[in-house]
């Protein structure tokens, strides 16, 4: 299920992260680290409703943060088509176990596909 996260998920969301993090260092990719996406970062994406979990038997598979506001880095881009009611992905992460890398993708299958029916309340 997909649903919004709540205050009680930041614990277990930002233990995710951090493990996310690590693998991506140990890839040479730097991006994320042991202070970003920081626990404050998440509670505002949280707290502004935009950050989704993704949950299996109780556990946070995955997270995405969806929102409507774009970072002023993409301001100068020029869009192929008009970006006046979009919605950008920040912060994607997904449980570091076999398999990963099939969640992921079925994770981006169901928002593209079934966005208006996939967001569940808890």
């Not at 614990?11 to 991006?31: D, P, R």
């Not at 919605?87 to 076999?98: E, V």
């Amino acid at each position: 299920m997909i649903t919004l996260a709540e205050k009680k998920d930041l614990k277990q969301i930002k233990k995710l992260t951090e493990s996310c993090a690590v693998a991506m260092q140990q890839k040479e990719i730097y991006q994320w680290n042991e202070h970003y996406p920081s626990r404050e970062r998440l509670l505002e994406d949280i707290e502004k409703q935009e950050l989704y979990i993704k949950v299996e038997n109780c556990q946070i598979e995955g997270i995405i943060v969806l929102t409507n506001l774009m970072d002023e880095e993409y301001l100068p881009v020029k869009w192929l088509t008009n970006n006046d009611n979009n919605l950008y992905i920040h912060r994607l992460a997904i449980i570091l176990l076999i398999g990963a890398q099939e969640r992921a993708k079925n994770l981006w299958i169901l928002l593209k596909i079934m966005p208006g029916s996939i967001i569940m309340n808890r």
